[in-house]
Each structure stands twice: as C-alpha cells, then as structure tokens.
Nanobody
Framework: QVQLVESGGGLVQAGGSLRLSCAAS????????WGWYRQAPGKQRELVAT???????IYGDSVKGRFIISRDSAKNTLYLQMNSLKPEDTAVYYC???????????WGRGTQVTVSS
C-alpha cells in the first residue's frame, strides 16, 4: 500500500506563486509515473503534469510555461511549482502515483488552491 499526502495549497492573488508537495509513504516502486491533477467545481478532473522515473515530463496545455513538476526520489516526494497563477487555476489539486507494477493508481486526498483576481 502507498499513502500520498499533499500540502502547500492555499489562497493566493493572481500573478502569485505556490509550491505544492506530495509526500509518499509505503512501498514505492523504482519504476513509476507521478502526476498532479486538478478538479474545479463542476468540472472533470484534468491533467496538470506528470513525470516519469526517467524524468520525462508532460504538461497540460493550460499550465505550460507556468508550472514545473519535479520529484525527489530519495524523499519520495513530488512537487509542483506554480507561477503566474490565474483565477482559472483555482481547483483541488491531487497527487497521483502509478507504478509500472503492480498496475494500480494511488491518489492523495487533494489540497485546495484558490487564486483571487
């Protein structure tokens, strides 16, 4: 079993920055993909960014150039640096861990990010 705990959310003005963290505990596979997703009220959960064991990253179109995903494998911690925040970035942000094997996704409970205009 793997447990994920997000932190770092909060209220910030448009144009500001926040850094989210996701701490993992349990049995972490050496080959995996980590990701950040978000869900705004009344909308479906959407991809923010993912990063693989090899460091390959993918970003959602709406956050490219503003957000940076990174990981510290030694600490089993995932980060999301969010810059130039916009009101439309307001959402609950979720951390996801997906090992290659066994093929099971793990999700955190989420952290709220609110961007005021």
């Amino acid at each position: 079993q793997v447990q994920l705990v997000e932190s770092g959310g909060g209220l910030v003005q448009a144009g500001g920055s926040l850094r989210l963290s996701c701490a993992a505990s349990g049995s972490i596979s050496s080959t995996n993909t980590w990701g950040w997703y978000r869900q705004a009220p009344g909308k479906q959960r959407e991809l923010v960014a993912t990063i693989t064991t090899s460091g390959r990253t993918i970003y959602g179109d709406s956050v490219k150039g503003r957000f940076i995903i990174s990981r510290d494998s030694a600490k089993n911690t995932l980060y999301l640096q969010m810059n130039s925040l916009k009101p439309e970035d307001t959402a609950v942000y979720y951390c996801k861990y997906a090992p290659i094997w066994p093929p099971q996704d793990y999700w955190g409970r989420g952290t709220q990010v609110t961007v005021s205009s």
